[in-house]
């Protein structure tokens, strides 16, 4: 038995060795979204600002440093009023900062302030961004603890942080630093190419067996059912995580993925799960449709939908309360949120029960897939 199911596995994999168009077909959506969430990465924290610095006194120039020190919602220029006026009205900075020539004296007094002109034509959440990081620069000029400095170090928990808005904050920091936006959407990307590969290579080899009318040959064949449809569940496994290895790798080697210290068995076991569900998709896929390039459109959408519902580009709990309760029926949303936790915080809270759901979700797919699959054979 064992020889018959390495044989299908094999197989199936030499197949898809010879399939390169199959192999790009299944890669290009996940790794064009990557793409797209690399260049946003680039563009967030580019928008031009332009400073104008009309007071020069000691705290007016501490100001404008912290100002141009702050690189994550924009980029400084100094400018002097009226450039800064024509470069707002012709739409080359988002916005212009003033800090005003009685900036010292209010600072003594504790009533200073700094002037923002927004264009309201940027995009709601670039200016949003703009007036955050300005509101921060401010604080940090009080507090330096509230500002990009004090993101970037340790804070002892329950610390009471004074700020020029006479508000006392205690902050607690669930883990030492910011993640980053591009590690941030990596695991969701992560996660659609699996199912991407998963589901349409899948699918698209059980297809094959029917519409080339080779499950009939394969039926024929001296090695049990149970064989062979369990060589097709393994050579789907092993395709899957061949193509899954070299990105993985590439993520680790570029700093994109770092999971803490110890997480990384169940990093691998989230994974391994999330793939044998995604195999098991693709063999439904597959019986369903019976025709590869059927299966490569159908796969590819049902790939895309899981991902979104999943809150590939969001979190679910900031989404609307109807798709939260559709998120809820998706496994994705569980891998999405564990691979996270584990990537991400210092502990695996929660992460137990996602892996149960997503266990479950994996057992129940690949299953069907293998009794459908082998029920089918045997009418063909």
Not at 300 to 318: H, I, K, M, P, R
Request: charge should be neutral; proline fraction near 4%.
């Amino acid at each position: 038995m064992m020889r018959a199911l390495w044989g299908t596995a094999r197989h199936d994999l030499a197949i898809w060795i010879r399939s390169p168009l199959a192999i790009l077909a299944s890669l290009l959506p996940a790794l064009g979204l990557g793409a797209l969430v690399a260049v946003l990465t680039v563009t967030i924290g580019m928008q031009p600002v332009a400073l104008v610095q009309e007071g020069h006194g000691e705290a007016a120039d501490q100001m404008g440093h912290l100002l141009e020190a702050d690189s994550e919602a924009y980029l400084v220029q100094r400018m002097s009023r009226d450039d800064a006026a024509g470069a707002l009205w012709q739409q080359r900075v988002a916005a212009v900062v003033v800090i005003p020539a009685d900036f010292d004296a209010r600072v003594a007094v504790a009533d200073a302030h700094l002037e923002l002109f927004l264009n309201n034509i940027v995009d709601v959440d670039l200016a949003d961004d703009i007036r955050r990081a300005v509101t921060r620069s401010l604080a940090e000029l009080d507090a330096p603890q509230l500002g990009f400095t004090g993101e970037r170090r340790s804070v002892t928990g329950g610390v009471l942080l004074p700020n020029p808005f006479r508000v006392a904050i205690a902050e607690e920091l669930l883990r030492e630093t910011d993640t980053g936006f591009l590690a941030y959407q990596m695991v969701p990307i992560l996660v659609l190419i699996v199912l991407s590969v998963g589901v349409l290579g899948t699918g698209m080899m059980v297809a094959r067996d029917f519409e080339r009318h080779t499950a009939k040959l394969l039926l024929l064949s001296p090695a049990s059912r149970v064989a062979m449809v369990a060589g097709k569940l393994t050579g789907g496994l092993l395709a899957t995580t061949a193509l899954l290895l070299p990105v993985v790798g590439a993520a680790v080697l570029s700093g994109i993925l770092v999971p803490p210290p110890g997480h990384w068995p169940a990093l691998v076991g989230l994974l391994f799960l999330l793939v044998v569900m995604s195999v098991g998709l693709g063999l439904l896929l597959g019986l369903v449709v019976r025709r590869t390039r059927l299966a490569a459109m159908v796969g590819l959408n049902a790939a895309a939908y899981l991902f979104f519902l999943g809150g590939g580009f969001s979190t679910v709990a900031f989404l609307p309360d109807w798709i939260q309760s559709a998120s809820r029926l998706v496994p994705t949303s569980y891998a999405i949120r564990a691979l996270r936790q584990a990537l991400f915080y210092p502990d695996l809270q929660g992460f137990g029960h996602d892996v149960a759901v997503l266990a479950a979700c994996a057992l129940a797919a690949a299953a069907l897939g293998v009794l459908s699959l082998g029920r089918a054979w045997r009418r063909a």
